[in-house]
């Protein structure tokens, strides 16, 4: 399976910077003499139109950060899914920790951004992960069993999702799990699917959380990882196409 290195902009940047970044990653893309995995750019909102026109036709892709699930509606401040499909993204990032925190999003807001998103023909990519409490007491597999249970639709095809384990205690914290705890999760994660649609074990898995060049090889090695969710390194253009050179498939 292609590797995928998506890089989560976050509220950051301004429009000739976004611009600026994109110009830079197609430029890297036109001069790679090697294969690539899969890119996606999820910048915010205001420049999502900017940065896919720079994109277009070429192999990087472009996402949301988060979507909502209706069509329209008296919804002030919120983008549709629909909306997002309109001025070319593909992806959308579904329940972030920061969503589900500083939002409070349910599990059922969630699953209904998730199966919107399918039905409109854009491929989620969905966040789950404990926190540092729930790996100390041993509940690390329980948390991520009931997020995949809630979040998931009960029906869907391995290809219409991503989902990314970024464990709370790791986002922009510095702190790694270790190789064998990430490989853990995301072995039960396959488990999980397969129990519940044919082919689950074949969605991508991506790991996210205090990603950077040094520690992304380490990651990108993993039997199950299928690529990396990044944050802030995403927005250094040298740091990030390392990251990006650092894929494996």
Request: with cysteine; hydrophobic share 40%.
């Amino acid at each position: 399976m292609q590797q995928y290195i998506i890089g989560n902009w976050k509220m950051n940047g301004t429009k000739a910077e976004s611009q600026k970044l994109a110009a830079g990653f197609l430029k890297r893309i036109q001069e790679a003499t090697r294969p690539l995995p899969h890119i996606v750019l999820c910048p915010s909102y205001p420049y999502l139109t900017s940065v896919f026109e720079i994109l277009k036709g070429s192999p990087i892709e472009v996402g949301a950060q988060d979507g909502h699930p209706e069509k329209s509606g008296s919804f002030t401040g919120d983008v549709s899914i629909s909306q997002l499909v309109d001025v070319g993204c593909k992806y959308v990032i579904v329940g972030h920790s920061e969503r589900r925190n500083f939002h409070q999003e349910s599990s059922a807001l969630i699953r209904k951004k998730i199966e919107s998103a399918i039905k409109a023909g854009l491929r989620p990519i969905l966040c789950i992960g404990e926190t540092e409490k729930d790996r100390e007491t041993g509940k690390t597999l329980e948390v991520i069993g009931h997020q995949v249970t809630s979040d998931l639709p009960s029906s869907f095809m391995p290809h219409d999702l991503i989902i990314a384990y970024e464990p709370l205690w790791a986002i922009g914290t510095g702190k790694l799990p270790k190789q064998e705890e990430v490989e853990e999760v995301l072995g039960f994660i396959k488990h999980e699917l397969s129990t519940h649609i044919a082919g689950g074990a074949l969605v991508p898995m991506l790991y996210g959380g205090s990603v950077n060049a040094a520690n992304a090889p380490s990651f990108l090695n993993l039997p199950h990882v299928d690529g990396l969710l990044v944050g802030g390194v995403s927005l250094k253009l040298d740091e990030f196409w390392e990251i990006v050179n650092a894929s494996t498939r």
